[in-house]
């Protein structure tokens, strides 16, 4: 299965056989490709799999550049299995410094929330069934070691180019 893109980069004319950031694919069509990859894999989870509106997931937010997924499965609270999909991202805060006495603009860490997955089961082999759905999410990021070496054969060739609309476009 191909890699899920998070950001779309294009041929740099400067420098042949390299790329430049074109942009950022937004978030909720990001979560609907995951979507796809998981019945296609046939991992999606038993119970639910949401992506999360709550946080500033929704009215067509882009996805971070360089954003990190990171997938968290456990126990929940009171019943099930839950598989949490967060996204990790440096990012710009206007905060108050206390050493100055001024606001500034730092750089921070952030994770949000991006999707979560659960089942019902609370057994170990739910447990293990949640965690092979974690694997396969972060393998539909990240691929293994075959499609990174032809992903940059395809750079190296001038292949590779977007094939994404612009958001908004």
Same mark, same amino acid.
């Given at each position: 299965?191909?890699?899920?893109?998070?950001?779309?980069?294009?041929?740099?004319?400067?420098r042949p056989g390299t790329l430049m950031f074109d942009y950022s694919r937004v978030a909720?069509? $990001?979560?609907?490709?995951?979507?796809?990859?998981? $019945? *296609?894999?046939?991992?999606?989870?038993?119970?639910?799999?949401? @992506?999360d509106v709550r946080g500033s997931w929704k009215d067509g937010k882009l996805f971070p550049k360089d954003g990190e997924i990171l997938c968290n499965t456990n126990y929940g609270a009171n019943e099930g299995i839950y598989l949490d999909i967060s996204v990790r991202y440096e990012t710009d805060i206007y905060e108050f410094n206390k050493a100055t006495g001024k606001d500034e603009w730092k750089k921070r860490i952030v994770?949000?929330? @991006?999707?979560?997955?659960?089942?019902?089961?609370?057994?170990?082999?739910?447990?293990?069934?949640?965690?092979?759905?974690?694997?396969?999410?972060?393998?539909?990021?990240?691929?293994?070691a075959n499609q990174i070496?032809?992903?940059? *054969?395809?750079?190296?060739?001038?292949?590779?180019q977007p094939q994404y609309p612009r958001p908004g476009g």
């Amino acid at each position: 299965m191909p890699i899920i893109e998070t950001e779309i980069w294009k041929a740099n004319p400067a420098r042949p056989g390299t790329l430049m950031f074109d942009y950022s694919r937004v978030a909720q069509d $990001i979560y609907h490709e995951l979507e796809a990859h998981l $019945i *296609a894999d046939g991992r999606m989870p038993d119970e639910y799999f949401l @992506f999360d509106v709550r946080g500033s997931w929704k009215d067509g937010k882009l996805f971070p550049k360089d954003g990190e997924i990171l997938c968290n499965t456990n126990y929940g609270a009171n019943e099930g299995i839950y598989l949490d999909i967060s996204v990790r991202y440096e990012t710009d805060i206007y905060e108050f410094n206390k050493a100055t006495g001024k606001d500034e603009w730092k750089k921070r860490i952030v994770i949000e929330k @991006f999707a979560t997955g659960k089942t019902l089961g609370d057994t170990i082999e739910d447990l293990d069934r949640m965690n092979l759905v974690a694997a396969s999410v972060m393998a539909a990021f990240y691929g293994d070691a075959n499609q990174i070496r032809e992903r940059y *054969a395809q750079i190296e060739s001038g292949e590779l180019q977007p094939q994404y609309p612009r958001p908004g476009g």
